[in-house]
């Protein structure tokens, strides 16, 4: 008995020694998960499990000042003007407020005080103009996409934070539209996006080709690809699922398909002209 139970206990040591070492490892590679976007519950209407629908940012993971800002300013708005009547007050005139703060859906001066306070916090730059078009042939897209025939339109931020929408065609003819975001370190991003159900999601990490680990999900009607640079943030809506027939190994194959190392190198290079 006392040697069966020494056996199991360097077993179970063994285990906790492994685990450590995953663990490590997954910290070294900038390993996430997709509880670490999360930033709160943004209904009380229960989801198909009992579970309300979930929020994540788009600005960056848990611990980072993107992340802990972009919760603070959807904490604030949830709980502001909550009858609308300050929004209805100043109907369509102007604000008076300066581009930085509409940018940001600000109305009054109290919000953009906040706005401004939670950025000095967190040391984070404000969008100073509104966003412009990204053309088809912009070389940021070139940079990111093996095929730049999957971009379609987007805009991009004076600091190279950009979105665009796209249609992914796969070799064995699957095809999908997904969106796809790039938030540039530094800077205060507000974006979010309501996820549903996070039980009903698979998630797994990923090496990709270009060397960059990406975190994969994918749950009936969704999937999400997401890589945490060290420049940019990328997050990439895939509007198709399960349900849709879209697989692991297609969601695999569609993440191959971007070139993150080369995208944030090159913000890289812009953020040392500056």
Not at 161 to 174: I, K, P
Request: proline share 3%; aromatic share 10%.
């Amino acid at each position: 008995m006392m040697k069966k139970t020494l056996i199991s206990a360097a077993i179970v040591l063994g285990i906790l020694a492994a685990l450590a070492l995953v663990g490590c490892a997954g910290y070294a590679m900038n390993w996430f998960g997709l509880q670490d976007l999360l930033m709160g519950e943004t209904s009380a209407i229960e989801g198909e499990h009992g579970i309300p629908p979930r929020e994540i940012t788009l600005a960056g993971v848990a611990g980072s000042p993107e992340h802990q800002a972009a919760k603070e300013w959807n904490d604030f708005i949830a709980g502001y003007d909550t009858d609308g009547a300050l929004l209805r007050a100043v109907g369509n005139g102007d604000t008076g407020l300066e581009a930085r703060y509409t940018i940001y859906g600000c109305y009054t001066r109290e919000m953009a005080d906040k706005l401004d306070e939670i950025a000095a916090k967190h040391r984070l730059r404000l969008h100073e103009t509104d966003a412009v078009l990204l053309e088809p042939d912009a070389a940021l897209v070139a940079d990111l996409l093996s095929d730049p025939a999957w971009y379609w339109a987007g805009y991009v931020y004076e600091d190279k934070t950009f979105q665009f929408d796209g249609t992914a065609r796969l070799s064995n003819g699957r095809e999908f539209i997904f969106q796809c975001r790039g938030e540039t370190k530094g800077s205060f991003g507000v974006v979010s996006l309501n996820i549903g159900d996070i039980e009903l999601y698979e998630v797994w990490n990923t090496p990709l080709p270009d060397g960059t680990n990406a975190l994969l999900a994918l749950c009936p009607d969704k999937a999400l690809v997401f890589a945490d640079l060290e420049h940019v943030f990328m997050a990439v809506n895939v509007l198709s699922g399960t349900d849709e027939g879209l697989t692991r190994a297609d969601l695999e194959v569609f993440a191959d398909g971007f070139r993150f190392s080369a995208l944030d190198q090159k913000h890289n290079q812009n953020n040392s002209l500056e």
